[in-house]
Nanobody, 127 residues
Framework: QVQLVESGGGLVQPGGSLRLSCAAS????????ITWFRQAPGKEREGISC????????YYADSVAGRFTISRDNATNTVYLQMDSLIPGDTAVYYC????????????????????WGQGTQVTVSS
C-alpha cells in the first residue's frame, strides 16, 4: 500500500540546517507531485514547497523561498527538503504528501489535492 515516511527532524539552533527525507513506497514516485507541509502549534497546516513529477519544477512559499530547497530522487523513491538559515518561526511538524492526481504541482497549497500523508517529523528551532 501507499506509504510516506518522513525523517530528519530534530532540534537545531537558529541559523542552522536540517535535511528532511520523505521515503515513498507503494506507488510510482515519477508520476506524482510531492509537497512538504508544516503545522505549527495553534496554526493551520500550510504547504511550503512542491516538486512536480516529470519535469521536477519546484515551488516555494514566500516564507521559505531562498532558504529551503526541495529535490527528489526517483531511483530511491525519496523526496528531500534541505532547510538552511532556520529561524524559530520554522518550528513545526513537517509532513510530506502525495497529490491525488498525476502531474504537476498545480494548486499545491490546497490540502484537498492530496490523498496520502506521512506521519510527520518535528522540527524545533531554538537556542
Amino acid at each position: 500500500q501507499v506509504q510516506l515516511v518522513e525523517s530528519g527532524g530534530g532540534l537545531v539552533q537558529p541559523g542552522g540546517s536540517l535535511r528532511l527525507s520523505c521515503a515513498a513506497s507503494g506507488f510510482t514516485l515519477d508520476y506524482y507531485a510531492i509537497t512538504w507541509f508544516r503545522q505549527a502549534p495553534g496554526k493551520e497546516r500550510e504547504g511550503i514547497s512542491c516538486i512536480s513529477s516529470s519535469d521536477g519544477r519546484q515551488y516555494y512559499a514566500d516564507s521559505v523561498a531562498g532558504r529551503f530547497t526541495i529535490s527528489r530522487d526517483n531511483a530511491t523513491n525519496t523526496v528531500y527538503l534541505q532547510m538552511d538559515s532556520l529561524i524559530p518561526g520554522d518550528t513545526a511538524v513537517y509532513y510530506c504528501a502525495k497529490k491525488a492526481r498525476r502531474g504537476g504541482c498545480g494548486q499545491y497549497r490546497m490540502i484537498r489535492e492530496y490523498n496520502y500523508w506521512g506521519q510527520g517529523t518535528q522540527v524545533t528551532v531554538s537556542s
